[in-house]
């Protein structure tokens, strides 16, 4: 495994070089989603049960930074290497399609969780906030990160250019998370978009999060832990397919 360790560290390395924009700054933008939204929308929205809105919006501007902070680390990474060309000291030592994989995985969602520690720190200094379920808290954030951190080794191999990259964010990635219940209970929306969102594996990320810390939730925390492990799963294996077969990395 010293090739995946050398590779994990490298990686480890590269995003906290610059941790301010990394790690910092992300977590002063959830603050900002946190301190607008409670404003605007505690008097207008209703949420759980004995639950204040602005205690709920916690967990969802932090399970979207971890979320998109996982998939920015890994896609950047890969497509900084394709197009500098750095990417063939990579692809000449003897690695697996396992360990580097697991490598650029792991640096992911090493990223994804220490945003999502800084968030919560940071939103607990104002609005104290602690997991009644912290093991749910964490399995879901363990897996959100993952699900986002494969999309973004995927996302990362198909893209040849930076624009292709902001594409599949913008389009993609974005919506998801922003259309996922980060603000809002789906149980507030009109049928129609209520069954919309059931369709979105990102809703099922951050349900499940914050059924962590609540122990209430709009869905089951099974059905969610399900969906999105089984996400983890169907993405990792593409992943590793894209890897193996060398797809816009050798050939």
């Known amino acids: 495994m010293q ?9 480890l390395v590269r995003f906290w070089k610059v941790s301010f924009q990394t790690v910092a ?6 603050l900002m989603y946190q301190l607008i939204f409670s404003h605007v929308m505690a008097k207008h929205a209703g949420v759980y049960p004995g639950v204040s809105y602005t205690a709920f919006l916690i967990p969802g501007p932090a399970m979207m930074s971890m979320a998109q902070n996982a998939f920015a680390n890994s896609s950047s990474s890969l497509i900084q290497s394709k ?4 990417i063939v000291f990579l692809l000449l030592p003897p690695l697996t399609a396992l360990e580097f994989f697991a490598a650029y995985l792991g640096a992911a969602m090493v990223r994804g969780l220490a945003v999502g520690l800084g ?3 940071v939103t607990a200094l104002v609005w104290p906030a602690r997991p009644t379920q912290p093991l749910w808290a964490l ?4 897996l959100g990160c ?9 996302a990362g191999i198909w893209a040849e250019k930076f624009d292709q990259l902001a594409a599949f964010q913008n389009f993609l990635i974005m919506p998801l ?14 049928p129609i978009w209520r069954a919309a969102s059931h369709a979105n594996p990102v809703f099922f990320m951050i349900d499940g999060f914050r059924y962590g810390f609540f122990g209430q939730a709009d869905v089951s925390p099974w059905l969610s832990a399900a969906v999105v492990g089984g996400s983890f799963l169907l993405l990792s294996a593409l992943a590793l397919r894209l890897i193996h077969s060398g797809y816009k990395l050798r050939h």
């Not at 922003?178 to 149980?187: K, T």
């Open 139 to 142: 399995l879901f954030a363990m």
């Open 119 to 121: 968030v919560l720190l």
């Open 3 to 11: 090739g995946f360790l050398t590779l994990f560290k490298k990686e």
């Open 25 to 30: 700054a992300p977590v002063l933008t959830a």
């Open 83 to 86: 197009i500098t060309g750095n």
């Open 146 to 154: 993952g699900v986002l951190g494969a999309l973004g080794v995927i």
């Open 177 to 190: 998370t922003f259309l996922s219940g980060v603000f809002y209970s789906i149980n507030s929306l009109p």
